[in-house]
């Protein structure tokens, strides 16, 4: 392409446009920063004017040191039938004081008459005399052509004198919106050929924003691309309103490694995972696993087949190295996993100098079994390293489960429900535990069964090990393994547990929920004692 491409990244305004997604201005900042280290180009930080918090961030941001992005402030035009220079949305847009303005107008004739209510003439203007009157005020303009894509199948010419009025008075960029989202990519590919033909003699850049809606948006991206956009715009992660919009992370990730255009540094490049995972978490969202490029699963290996020849080769079953964007390979452990898949984890724990093939044999053996009876270790690979570790010739567990009681007592007293909050319902657990020569046998209440096991189990090996004071549950899940059996069926348990550093999680099923609790929670403290423990970790 003649113009280097730009990415334009539009989180912090459109992409908080999704359902529970809530920023504060310390968290807004915070993202601008690391999305000026990821190394995009424009950073669109919110909509002037439209919000107490949006106004504090563009003050704020003006202290931030950023090395590669501008910082762009979004808007709407001036209103119909009013004057620019009186225009809150114009007014507030100059109080932002960013050097990038990104400034929408309807590119729809039936847009503009039907919901906005205007003419279609009035329209023009008003797009014109918005962008005159910013860039006469120093700022650079980004005229978002909203509605793009459907006004021009509905009316081609209008549409693109939309863009011809917002060029002529300044914009440096006129940008494409598939605001519905509903353009696929051979339609977008066409369109914007002829808008970029139609713009040629104009001196201005083509962008496209694509919204997720007919999840093309990254394809729609690609498309215009390739078709002479030299803009992109999207979100991290594919963030906003209704389905999304395109995803920079993969269209970045898309350009840089199978198209070749350096739109970022190799070393950028290797930050993509980390920066999805922090915006994820900073937006209090689930990461999502199977998201390509940066998600846990990208480049995961479940069948058998499939891992041997990663074993050997790694690109047999990847399109790129997971190390290029900043993640890693992982083999699933499952039903479906072969000696190829254990093979791996065991190579992951260095421990193939320790264990035989006929031990790793055994280990899938065993792993099948297990799963059959209802465990599962695609996300307990704690309770799978410890079924790793538990072959080695030499492994002492650093205890033994002998025995557990439950109580479950209905008691209404006023005692019972002070003590415990759990409104007069009363749970006893007792246990016996082995630690080398001594038997620990203790007793412990909690607000629930599996809370009372948890608290008798850690009474009982705190004695012997004190340090594990700092382990904490800190997610518990339960599913039914087989349906039709009602409350018979067996169960399976996931434990998350964490030390304040670590997170790991471990497993247990059962027809018994109590039993299938009690497996999990052994796990997870044998694996921290084990593998976790500050003062074992290293020898272990």
């Known amino acids: 392409m003649a113009k280097q491409i730009q990415i334009y990244d539009t989180t912090l305004r459109d992409g908080t446009q999704q359902e529970g997604i809530s920023l504060s201005v310390d968290d ?26 949006d106004d504090e961030f563009f003050q704020r941001a003006q202290t931030l040191d950023l090395k590669n992005a501008a910082l762009a402030s979004f808007g709407s035009t ?6 620019v220079e009186d225009d809150e949305a114009i007014i507030a847009l100059l109080r932002a004081e960013t050097p990038i303005v990104t400034i929408v107008g309807k590119a729809s004739a039936w847009q503009v008459t039907n ?25 650079s303009a980004i005229y978002d052509a909203e509605h793009f894509f459907d006004g021009y ?16 008075a300044g914009a440096e960029t006129v940008v494409l919106c598939d605001t519905n989202g509903g353009t696929l990519p051979h339609e977008a590919a066409k369109i914007v050929s002829a808008a970029c033909e139609f713009a040629a003699e104009m001196s201005v850049r083509i962008g496209i924003h694509a919204h997720n809606d007919t999840d093309t948006a990254v394809a729609v991206s690609m498309a215009a691309w390739q078709a002479g956009a030299t803009q992109i715009q999207g979100c991290i992660n594919g963030y906003g309103e209704r389905t999304g919009n395109a995803n920079l992370t993969s269209i970045i990730a898309n350009m840089k490694l199978k198209m070749g255009v350096d739109v970022i540094s190799d070393e950028q490049l290797a930050t993509l995972t980390d920066t999805s995972l922090f915006i994820a978490e900073t937006l209090n969202m689930s990461p999502h696993a199977f998201q390509p490029y940066v998600g846990a699963s990208a480049f995961a290996h479940k069948g058998g087949l499939h891992a041997s020849a990663v074993n050997k080769h790694r690109q047999s079953y990847e399109h790129v190295e997971p190390g290029t964007v900043g993640n890693r390979n992982a083999v699933v452990v499952s039903e479906l996993s072969g000696r190829g898949n254990v093979l ?15 031990d790793i ?56 429900s002070e003590l415990t909050g759990s409104g007069g319902i009363l749970s006893e657990a007792t246990v016996k535990v082995r630690v080398g020569e001594d038997i620990q046998h203790t007793a412990a209440e909690g607000n629930g069964p599996v809370n009372a096991q948890d608290h008798a189990m850690r009474k009982a090996l705190i004695q012997s090990y004190p340090d594990l004071e700092c382990v904490r549950l800190t997610d518990y899940k339960v599913r039914v393994v087989a349906d039709g059996t009602g409350t018979g069926a067996v169960v399976r348990v996931v434990i998350e547990s964490s030390d304040g550093h670590d997170t790991w999680s471990t497993v247990g099923s059962s027809e018994n929920i109590l039993e299938a609790s009690w497996i999990a929670l052994a796990d997870s403290m044998e694996y921290w004692l084990v593998c976790r423990r500050p003062s074992l970790a290293g020898a272990s």
Not at 28 to 53: C, Q, S
Not at 153 to 168: I, M, N, S
């Open 28 to 53: 807004k900042l915070a993202i601008t920063e690391r999305l000026d280290a990821l190394g995009v180009h424009f950073i669109e930080g919110g909509f002037a004017g439209a919000n107490p918090k």
């Open 344 to 358: 791996r984890r065991v190579l992951d724990l260095g421990l193939e100098d320790d264990l035989t093939n006929g």
């Open 115 to 139: 919901i906005l209510g205007t003419s279609i003439e009035e329209n023009l203007h008003m797009i014109a005399d918005s962008v005159s009157h910013l860039t006469a005020h120093g700022r």
């Open 361 to 416: 044999q055994e280990i899938v053996q065993e792993l099948k079994q297990l799963e059959n009876r209802g465990f599962s270790y695609e996300g307990a690979s704690a309770s799978f390293e410890l079924l790793i570790r538990r072959h080695l010739p030499n492994y002492e567990a650093p205890f033994e489960l002998i025995d557990f009681m439950v109580l479950v007592e209905n008691r209404r007293t006023a005692r019972v």
């Open 153 to 168: 199948k509905f009316d081609a010419d209008y549409a693109l004198q939309t863009l011809r009025v917002a060029a002529e």
């Open 78 to 83: 001036r209103r119909a039938a009013g004057k």
